[in-house]
T-cell receptor
Framework: AQSVTQPDIHITVSEGASLELRCNYS??????LFWYVQSPGQGLQLLLK??????LVQGIKGFEAEFKRSQSSFNLRKPSVHWSDAAEYFC????????????FGQGTTLQVKP | EAGVTQSPTHLIKTRGQQATLRCSPI?????VYWYQQALGLGLQFLLW???????NRGNFPPRFSGRQFPNYSSELNVNALELEDSALYLC?????????????FGPGTRLTVL
């Protein structure tokens, strides 16, 4: 069965430091992959997506992610974190076969220290 | 361009009552998805509507139902409410037949069951 694992439930980084959020997936083929961000009390905002092609994808707010097929990973990175980046981050895989379903990881809460 | 909108923002019900949640998709999107985000359970796929038809449902009991109207807006109904139905309910929309399943989310409806 398809699944998504975000190993880190909670991460704290200092403002200006670099960030990497981990995401591992289990899927039988090349997946469609997404990163979403959720601020407290808000819905999900799409940060970036990977469908095919270049394995390094750029997103909004200075985020990027790299798809590594050999490691079944799609880690999210940002070179310099801002206090406004504090939020919960979700990795998701789109299930092929016209199911309409996204499978989400459990989320990683990012705290930014001043 | 207006995003996905949901109403109401908050809804408080008592056990056994019925709740109705509403969602308007992005203009031009004909697919609507519902997800439940309950504490400790993460984001779970509930339902998918496209062109007025239910296309897929997640592992939820039949008391979770909904419909999609001719203008593509959607309604989620939860009958015989139970305490564990308390959650944030997120609606998302996408273009019909989007093979990549790129979904855009609304701000959610917070349902509290007392």
């Amino acid at each position: 069965a398809q699944s998504v694992t975000q190993p880190d439930i909670h991460i704290t980084v200092s403002e200006g430091a670099s960030l990497e959020l981990r995401c591992n997936y289990s899927y039988g083929a090349t997946p469609y992959l997404f990163w979403y961000v959720q601020s407290p009390g808000q819905g999900l905002q799409l940060l970036l997506k990977y469908f095919s092609g270049d394995t390094l994808v750029q997103g909004i707010k200075g985020f990027e992610a790299e798809f590594k097929r050999s490691q079944s990973s799609f880690n999210l990175r940002k070179p310099s974190v801002h206090w406004s980046d504090a939020a919960e981050y979700f990795c998701a895989v789109g299930v092929k076969g016209n199911t309409g379903k996204l499978i989400f990881g459990q989320g990683t809460t990012l705290q930014v220290k001043p | 361009e207006a995003g996905v909108t949901q109403s109401p923002t908050h809804l408080i019900k008592t056990r056994g009552q019925q709740a109705t949640l509403r969602c308007s998709p992005i203009s031009g999107h004909t697919s609507v998805y519902w997800y439940q985000q309950a504490l400790g359970l993460g984001l779970q796929f509930l339902l998918w509507y496209d062109e007025g038809e239910e296309r897929n449902r997640g592992n939820f009991p039949p008391r979770f139902s909904g419909r999609q109207f001719p203008n593509y807006s959607s309604e989620l109904n939860v009958n015989a409410l139970e305490l564990e139905d308390s959650a944030l309910y997120l609606c998302a929309s996408s273009l019909s037949g989007d093979r990549y399943n790129e979904q855009f989310f609304g701000p959610g409806t917070r349902l509290t069951v007392l």
